[in-house]
Structures are given as C-alpha cells and as structure tokens.
C-alpha cells in the first residue's frame, strides 16, 4: 500500500522554538491527515487536508498540503511542552483504512 | 458517549494461550478499525468492519487471529496460540464512513505482553 515517510524522525527542541516536520510520498496522495500521540497514550486527530496546496492552522499549528499533493508538512511556533509527542501522518485509502508513517518524536526542553 | 473504549488495558499472557480483546466505538460511527503498534512504530492495520461486515484483513493478520463485530456493535479481536511476537498495542479506532474526513477516534488500546 501506499506509503508516507516522515522526516526528521527525533526531533528536539528548546522551548519557545519553532520547528516542522514533513511527510513525503513517492505518489500523489489522495488526503493527509495528522495525528499526535502523547507519551503513553494513543492517536488523536488532529486536521485532515484534500486540496492541493491547502493550508489549515490551529493555533500555533500550521499545516500544509503540497501543491502536488506528494508531501504534507506540520510546523509548529514557540514550542511549548504540551507539544510532547509523536506526530503521525497518514492517508486514507480508497476503504478509508489510515496508512500512517513511522512519525516524529518530539522532545522539548524547558 | 464517552469515546471509544478498550479492554483490557494491559494483558500479560504466557506463550500459548488465547486472548480476547475488546473494542466499544463511539455509538454513531458505523466504521471499526484494529491497528496494532510496536514502540518506535506508526500504527498498522489489521482489519476493520463497517456494521457487522468484516470488509478487509491485512496480510500481518494470520490464522491465528480473528474479529468479529457482531450487530454492528462492539468488536472483539483474539488471538490464539499467542507468541512472543505478538506483544504490541492492539488500537482499536472508528469513524464515520467518509472515508475519514471527520477522523478517526482511537480507543486507549490494549497492551499484550506474551512471557
């Protein structure tokens, strides 16, 4: 099945920085969403993007779809430390099962 | 409606034995998905219903492991025979089918440990 890559797989932060992560396909993706994991917990939706070049925000979130619909990227602004996790892209398929990659930890230090 | 909900949260079992799991989705959602997840890894699917209809099983489920969702309602997943590598986070999600635009619910998952 399809298959989505995401980049960087760790990712450590200072507090108050910003960073992105990016999840990259070989093919054209039909939807992306994004989902994030806390330490010991389970998947929460986050956003779902379907247009091509689409840009969703949520608060200090940022989301964005590619012009080509083969990569999707989450960039979030002055990090703070709820925004532990593992973040999650992943595709429906035409069945609407979820695809997701491997993901990015993110660890923030105060 | 309190979300979905699983159990039991953890499972030790010794190598051999059969377990049984299950899954309450969100009462409104007519979709049921099982993924499984190992430290490090992104979720993966096993299989899902919508209603009472098993639609699609994913080739990582062999023979030793079956669901069922009977009335449409809760699901239950077992696994026989169960092996050391076996041990991982059974999730179980649901969702509207529309093909996920409103996102899936995810349950806060079974952990198995096979000794």
């Known amino acids: 099945g399809q298959q989505v890559m995401q980049i960087p797989q760790y990712q450590h932060v200072q507090e108050g920085e910003d960073f992105t992560t990016y999840c990259n396909s070989s093919?054209?993706?039909?939807?992306i969403q994004w989902y994030k994991q806390r330490p010991g917990g389970h998947p929460v939706f986050l956003i779902q993007?379907?247009?091509?070049?689409e840009v969703k925000k949520q608060k200090r979130l940022t989301f964005q779809f590619g012009e080509a619909k083969k990569n999707s990227s989450l960039h979030i602004t002055a990090t703070q430390t709820t925004d532990v996790g593992t973040y999650f892209c992943?595709?429906?398929?035409?069945?609407?099962?979820?695809?997701f990659g491997a993901g990015t930890q993110v660890v923030v230090t105060p | 409606d309190t979300g979905v909900s699983q159990n039991p949260r953890h499972k030790i079992t010794k190598r051999g034995q059969n377990v049984t799991f299950r899954c309450d989705p969100i009462?409104?959602?007519?979709?049921l998905y099982w993924y499984r997840q190992t430290l490090g890894q992104g979720p993966e699917f096993l299989t899902y219903?919508?209603?009472?209809?098993?639609?699609?099983k994913s080739r990582l489920l062999s023979d030793r492991f079956s669901a069922e969702r009977p009335k449409g309602s809760f699901s239950t997943l077992e696994i026989q025979r169960t092996e050391q590598g076996d041990s991982a986070m059974y999730l179980c999600?649901?969702?509207?089918?529309?093909?996920?635009?409103?996102?899936?619910?995810f349950g806060s998952g079974t952990r198995l440990t096979v000794v």
């Open positions: 993007l379907v247009k091509s070049g």
């Open positions: 093919t054209t993706l039909s939807n």
């Open positions: 992943a595709e429906t398929d035409s069945w609407g099962k979820l695809q």
């Open positions: 009462s409104e959602h007519n979709r």
């Open positions: 219903f919508q209603n009472e209809a098993q639609l699609e």
């Open positions: 999600a649901s969702s509207y089918s529309d093909r996920g635009r409103s996102g899936y619910t």
